[in-house]
């Protein structure tokens, strides 16, 4: 099979996999099977529980372990086959950056460049520079590594993925680990990596970031992929909430059951429920005639995580 009728048979996404599956040696199936189509120019969020396969699918993608079976083409290439020609067009950080602490961040960045090969010695520093202030990392540049915050230490490891223009950036579990100040500047940072047109294809475990900051994304448990596609499709597909906002929760809830409404969940002045079949106006009627003071009546937007709830029937661990 030539590279041409591979590139054509994946279309152009910038990562596609076919019935890809690991087993690893001890007998653990950590990914099976699994299609995986992400688009051009996408945020893609790669989303599952602890122990779900994200990392193994991240290692098999960037030639870091073979799979067991099926395919992997990054960039329009086989992986592990064509490592070398694809690899650096990729920018990844995986598993948190390899840096040395008694560095600066500066030096350290100055070694990641002549690391490369590829790399101009002469437009190094300059390299180095355009990363620092990419990530803004500039004024702290001169200070060693194991001074930094684990924010700036991820940072830092962007910023060393980001030495060469890429196609493609593979985070893995990015803000694992960070404060809320330093999840938000890493996330602010993906967001304008995207708007650049880089695809970003970041694992994470947490559902709001992904909500926050990807424009797709896939959904795994227990090794396999349950749904993949667009976010705000992936949320719409799940049919959201009736919320009804009441001085009189108890009565609501009460009509709400009598209803056929299922899941009726009362909290001190809101009750909830599933969405029904029939016509909501009927539903609200019914509760103005059993003497209950609507104050709202309406559908919450599904979210992501309504979305996953649905699709695996068990909550999601949304902490962390
Ligand atoms: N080298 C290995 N040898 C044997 N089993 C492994 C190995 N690496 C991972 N596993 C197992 O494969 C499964 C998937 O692990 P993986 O690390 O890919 O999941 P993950 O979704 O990335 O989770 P985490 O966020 O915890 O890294 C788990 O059951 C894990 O215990």
Do not use: W
Not at 40 to 62: A, D, E
Not at 187 to 201: C, I, M
Not at 217 to 223: D, N, Q, Y
């Amino acid at each position: 099979m030539g590279e041409t009728s591979a590139t054509q048979r994946t279309g152009d996404g910038v990562i596609v996999t076919r019935a890809l599956t690991k087993r690893y040696r001890g007998g653990q199936l950590a990914v099976d099977g699994l299609d995986l189509t992400v688009p051009t120019g996408s945020v893609f969020g790669f989303l599952g529980p602890n122990g779900s396969g994200k990392t193994t699918t991240i290692r098999m993608l960037m030639g870091l372990i073979e799979p067991t079976s099926g395919m992997a083409h990054v960039l329009g290439r086989p992986m592990p086959r064509s490592a070398r020609a694809v690899l650096p067009r990729v920018g990844a950080l995986i598993e948190g950056p390899a840096l040395y602490g008694f560095l600066s961040g500066r030096d350290n960045l100055l070694r990641y460049d002549a690391a490369d090969p590829t790399a101009d010695p002469r437009t190094r520093r300059a390299r180095v520079a355009a990363a620092l202030d990419r990530v803004g990392l500039t004024a702290a540049a001169g200070k060693k590594a194991k001074a930094y915050s684990l924010g700036m230490k991820q940072r830092l490891g962007l910023g060393a993925a980001l030495l060469q223009p890429r196609r493609l950036l593979v985070l893995d579990e990015p803000t694992n680990g960070l404060d809320p100040q330093g999840m938000r500047e890493i996330r602010a940072l993906v967001r304008e990596l995207a708007s650049d047109g880089t695809t970003v294809f970041l694992s994470s475990h947490l559902l709001d970031e992904i909500e926050q900051v990807c424009t797709h994304a896939a959904v795994m448990a227990r090794g396999r992929l349950l749904t993949q596609g667009p976010v705000a499709d992936l949320a719409a597909g799940s049919r959201g909430r009736l919320v009804v906002t009441t001085p009189d929760p108890a009565d609501a809830a009460r009509v709400l059951k009598e209803q056929g409404i299922g899941d009726v969940v009362a909290t001190d002045d809101r009750v909830t429920g599933e969405v029904p079949e029939r016509d909501l106006a009927e539903v609200n009627a019914a509760l103005v005639t059993g003497g209950v003071r609507v104050r709202g009546f309406g559908v919450e937007r599904a979210s992501l995580e309504d979305a996953f709830v649905a699709l695996t029937g068990e909550g999601f661990d949304v902490a962390g």
